[in-house]
Nanobody
C-alpha cells in the first residue's frame, strides 16, 4: 500500500504562486509514475503534470510554462510549483501514484486551490 498526503493549497490572487507538496509513504519501491491531477466543480478530473521514475515529465497544455513538477527522492516528496495562477486553475488538486507493475492508482485526499481577487 501507498499513502499520499497533500499540502500547500489555499487562496491566492490571480498572478500569484503556490507550491503543493505530496508526501509519500508505504510501499515506495512499488511506485512507477507520479503526478498531479485536478478537479474543478462540475468538471471531470484532469491530469495536470506527471513525472516518471526516471524523471520524464509531461504537462497538460494549459499549465505549460507556468507549473513545474519535481520530486525529492531523499524525503519521498513530489512538488507542484504553480506560478502565474489564473482563476481557471481553481480546483481540488490530487496527488497520484501508479503501481509500477499493476498500474493501480493511489490517491491523496486532495487540497483546495482557489484563485480569486
Amino acid at each position: 500500500q501507498v499513502q499520499l498526503v497533500e499540502s500547500g493549497g489555499g487562496l491566492v490572487q490571480p498572478g500569484g504562486s503556490l507550491r503543493l507538496s505530496c508526501s509519500v509513504s508505504g510501499s515506495i519501491f512499488s511506485i512507477g509514475n507520479m503526478g498531479w491531477y485536478r478537479q474543478a466543480p462540475g468538471k471531470e478530473r484532469e491530469q495536470v503534470a506527471t513525472i516518471s521514475r526516471r524523471g520524464r515529465i509531461n504537462y497538460t497544455d494549459s499549465v505549460k510554462d507556468r507549473f513545474t513538477i519535481s520530486k525529492n527522492i531523499a524525503n519521498n516528496t513530489v512538488y507542484l510549483q504553480m506560478n502565474s495562477l489564473e482563476p481557471d486553475d481553481t480546483a481540488v488538486y490530487y496527488c497520484n501514484a501508479k503501481n509500477l507493475w499493476s498500474q493501480v492508482d493511489y490517491w491523496g485526499q486532495g487540497t483546495q486551490v482557489t484563485v480569486s481577487s
